[in-house]
C-alpha cells in the first residue's frame, strides 16, 4: 500500500519535468540531477548513446524503472516518507517532492518549520528544534496538526511555500522551559486565527446538522451569510476548489467578527483579559450560545457562595452584569487563571455531555 503512495508520489513529481534534459547544473533525468547523484546506474545507459538528445534517450525503457528505484531507496524511504504516510498521504507526497528540490535535511527541516507554525496556537505540543531529524516528538506534532482540515491545509500551504521560496524560514529557538505567555497585540486577529484552525473548510456531512459548510459557517444556522452566493456559483465545490476563492476569506472574516467577537462583547472583555476573550469566542464559534453559558456558569463557580459577587444567569447573553462579573473575577488573586481554566472545564463537560462520539478528538483539543 505504501509503495502505492510513492508511485503516486512519483507520477507527481514528474509530471512537469519527465525524461532528459540538460540545464545549468548539467544532465538531468527525471529530476535526477548528475552533478548531486552521479552514483545512480541510469547515467550508464545514457552514456552508451553516441547522440544524447531527448528523444533518444526518453526510448531507453529500462531508464524509468531505475529511476523509480533510486528516488525509493535514496529519498522516500530516508526521510522517513513511509512512516509519514501513515499520518497523512499528501504530508509524505510533498516532503518527498520537496525533498527531491531542496535536498533531504531541507525538506524535514521545511516541515518542521511549518509545524511550529502553528505552535502558538496548540497547546498540545511544544516548539520542535529545527534540525532535519523527523522523531517521535515531531511525528507526533504532526499528528496534531493533521487532526482537521483547516490545519492540514495550512500545512500543506506552508510545506509547499517553503519549497518555493515564498516565506523566509527561521529557526525556533526552543528553551529548556518554554513560557506559556504569549503577547496579543490584536485579540480578535489571534482569535480568529487560533479559533479558524479548527472550523475546517467545505463540508456537506449529512450526519453533521449544520449540513453544508464552509469555514464553520453552517448554512442551515446562518443562511443569509454572504458567502452562500459566492459558493453556489461554483460547479465543484470542495476544500480545494473554494480556497482558491480569495473574496471569500473576507467576507468568514467578517462575519465571525460581527456575529460572534462583538455579539458575545468579547471585544469588551478583551479589554479586561484578552484569553478570557478569546476562550469565549472559541467556545461561541463551536457551540453558539452555550459558549457564554459556559463563561458564566465558570463566574458562580468561582464566587465562593456568592461572598466575592453574587450568582449570575446562565442564559448565553452577555450584558453588563456578566462584564461586571468577569471584571470583578479577573481583580482577584489568581483569578484570571481560574476563570480561563474553569472555562476551559465547562467545555470539555459540554463536550462530554455530547453522544456523537465521532468528533470527540476535534471537540477536546479546543479545551
Not at 518554554?178 to 456531512?205: L, M, R
Not at 453544508?212 to 444556522?221: F, P
Request: charged letters at 25%; hydrophobic letters at 35%; glycine letters at 6%.
Amino acid at each position: 500500500m505504501f509503495e502505492r503512495y510513492f508511485d503516486e508520489a512519483f507520477d507527481e513529481l514528474l509530471f512537469t519535468a519527465k525524461g532528459y534534459s540538460v540545464i545549468d547544473n548539467g544532465e538531468v533525468f527525471s529530476r535526477i540531477v548528475r552533478k548531486d547523484s552521479p552514483d545512480w546506474s541510469g547515467w550508464k545507459l545514457i552514456d552508451q548513446e553516441t547522440t544524447k538528445t531527448a528523444e533518444t534517450i526518453n526510448d531507453i525503457a529500462a531508464l524509468n524503472e531505475l529511476a523509480r528505484s533510486y528516488l525509493f531507496n535514496k529519498v522516500w524511504t530516508p526521510v522517513g516518507c513511509e512512516t509519514i504516510s501513515r499520518i497523512d498521504t499528501t504530508i509524505a507526497k510533498e516532503l518527498f517532492i520537496t525533498a527531491v528540490d531542496i535536498g533531504k535535511e531541507e525538506a524535514l527541516i521545511a516541515l518542521q518549520h511549518a509545524i511550529n507554525a502553528k505552535v502558538e496556537y496548540h497547546r498540545a505540543f511544544k516548539a520542535l528544534v529545527e534540525d532535519g531529524i523527523f522523531g517521535d516528538a515531531s511525528l507526533t506534532a504532526l499528528q496534531i496538526c493533521c487532526q482537521d482540515q483547516v490545519r492540514y491545509e495550512h500545512l500543506r500551504k506552508d510545506q509547499i511555500a517553503y519549497r518555493r521560496k515564498d516565506i523566509e524560514t527561521k529557526t525556533i529557538e526552543v528553551a529548556k522551559e518554554p513560557s506559556v505567555k504569549v503577547e496579543i497585540s490584536d485579540p480578535f486577529e489571534y482569535a480568529y486565527v487560533k479559533t479558524g484552525g479548527h472550523e475546517g473548510g467545505y463540508a456537506n456531512n449529512p450526519k453533521d446538522p449544520g449540513a453544508e459548510t464552509w469555514a464553520g459557517i453552517a448554512r442551515s444556522k446562518h443562511p443569509s451569510a454572504k458567502i452562500w452566493a459566492i459558493i453556489d456559483k461554483q460547479p465543484v465545490k470542495t476544500t480545494k476548489t473554494l480556497s482558491a476563492i480569495k473574496e471569500l476569506e473576507p467576507l468568514v472574516k467578517d462575519f465571525y467578527y460581527n456575529e460572534f467577537w462583538l455579539k458575545f462583547k468579547c471585544d469588551k472583555i478583551a479589554s479586561i483579559h484578552p484569553p478570557i476573550a478569546i476562550e469565549l469566542y472559541d467556545s461561541c464559534v463551536n457551540t453558539g450560545g452555550n459558549g457564554a453559558k459556559m463563561l458564566q456558569r465558570a463566574l458562580n463557580r468561582l464566587n465562593v457562595n456568592q461572598t466575592l459577587w453574587p450568582d449570575i444567569l446562565d442564559d448565553g447573553g452577555v450584558g453588563n452584569i456578566t462584564l461586571t462579573m468577569v471584571a470583578k473575577c479577573c481583580s482577584t488573586a489568581d483569578g484570571k487563571d481560574l476563570l480561563l481554566a474553569c472555562q476551559n472545564g465547562e467545555q470539555y463537560a459540554y463536550y462530554c455531555g455530547l453522544k456523537d462520539h465521532e468528533y470527540w478528538r476535534g471537540w477536546f483539543n479546543r479545551t
